[in-house]
Nanobody
Framework: QVQLVESGGGLVQAGGSLRLSCAAS????????MGWFRQAPGKEREFVAA????????DYADSVKGRFTISRDNAKNTVYLEMNSLKPDDTAVYYC???????????????WGQGTQVTVSS
């Protein structure tokens, strides 16, 4: 069992930056592929970014390419989402997710955090 805890959300002005963190419990963190998703009010949860356990591959939603960067530190059992040039449309609850077997853009990850709110003001 893996527990995921997100942090780093908050209120930021458009054009600003935030870095989200997701700390994982347990051992062997490097075997878990990790993803970030978000859900805005009244909308379905959507894929944001994902990174393989090794860290050697990452993928992004078109809406965040060039602005967001996913990374991980396996020694610290933590995955990050660096968000730059934030827009009001990025406002959402951001969730991290992990799976030892699944890597992709849908919600088939096994473990989920509780979410952290990101609000971007115009």
């Amino acid at each position: 069992q893996v527990q995921l805890v997100e942090s780093g959300g908050g209120l930021v002005q458009a054009g600003g930056s935030l870095r989200l963190s997701c700390a994982a419990s347990g051992r062997a963190f490097s075997i878990y592929n990790m993803g970030w998703f978000r859900q805005a009010p009244g909308k379905e949860r959507e894929f944001v970014a994902a990174i393989k356990g090794s860290g050697f591959r990452s993928d992004y939603a078109d809406s965040v390419k060039g602005r967001f960067t996913i990374s991980r530190d396996n020694a610290k059992n933590t995955v990050y989402l660096e968000m730059n040039s934030l827009k009001p449309d990025d406002t959402a609850v951001y969730y991290c997710a992990g799976s030892a077997w699944y890597y992709g853009i849908d919600s088939s990850y096994d473990y989920w955090g509780q979410g952290t709110q990101v609000t971007v003001s115009s």
